[in-house]
């Protein structure tokens, strides 16, 4: 059975910082690009960033490179997202998701940025 399973969402304020985690099972977690994924209230869904096979190629949508950084430790199936600079512009809920067709997605870990 996979699963994914988000943590290290709340409450932060602006100019802080979270780290996000992904524990996986259920799939070889280490053969899969990764992703994470965004849902701020009352909007869709936004794809922020990226991560290939072994780690060496990361991708970020424009809005959060230089204040995100996406990495994965295979060994312990976990894919991580480090934020900082967060602004209220980053409050959401935040899933991990393998490949779009796998349709592999975590219940996500909510992140709230306000003073």
């Known amino acids: 059975q996979v699963q994914l399973v988000e943590s290290g969402g709340g409450v932060v304020q602006p100019g802080g910082s979270l780290r996000l985690s992904c524990m996986s099972s259920?799939?070889?977690?280490?053969?899969?690009?990764m992703n994470w994924v965004r849902q701020a209230p009352g909007k869709g869904l936004e794809w922020i960033s990226g991560i290939n096979t072994g780690g060496g190629g990361t991708y970020y949508r424009d809005s959060v490179k230089g204040r995100f950084t996406v990495s994965r430790d295979d060994a312990k199936n976990t894919l991580y997202l480090q934020m900082n600079s967060l602004n209220s512009e980053d409050t959401a809920m935040y899933f991990c998701a393998g490949p779009w067709a796998t349709g592999y997605w975590g219940q996500g870990t909510r992140v709230i940025v306000s003073s």
């Open positions: 259920g799939f070889p977690f280490s053969n899969y690009w």
